[in-house]
């Protein structure tokens, strides 16, 4: 088993920048692909970032392109999340996921680990 623990949400104004981390315990941190999803109220949930083990690849949403940045620590178990930028849009419960099976980083299919969620809230 692998546990998630998200941090560092909280409410910021447009345009700030706020930084998740998603620290991982459990089962072995080598080898997964981790992932960023969000979901607004009242949408369904969506991919946002994800990286391989390696760090090596990176994938976005085209909605998040150029202001967010996904990277992770394997060392410390960590995987971030640095978003600037940021708009109303964001406002989003924001989870962290793992993979150890190959497939398309986008989709959740495939990701078996969740974090419970750091709430983002972007005010005007």
């Known amino acids: 088993q692998v546990q998630l623990v998200e941090s560092g949400g909280g409410l910021v104004q447009a345009g700030g920048s706020l930084r998740l981390s998603c620290a991982a315990s459990?089962?072995?941190?080598?080898?997964?692909?981790m992932g960023w999803f969000r979901q607004a109220p009242g949408k369904e949930r969506e991919f946002v970032a994800a990286?391989?083990?390696?760090?090596?690849?990176?994938y976005y949403a085209d909605s998040v392109k150029g202001r967010f940045t996904i990277s992770r620590d394997n060392a410390k178990n960590t995987v971030y999340l640095q978003m600037n930028s940021l708009q109303l849009e964001d406002t989003a419960v924001y989870y962290c996921s793992g993979r150890y099976i190959i497939g398309d980083p986008s989709r959740e299919a495939g990701y078996a680990y969740w974090g419970q969620g750091t709430q983002v809230t972007v005010s005007s």
């Open positions: 459990g089962r072995t941190f080598r080898g997964a692909t």
């Open positions: 990286i391989t083990w390696s760090g090596g690849r990176t």
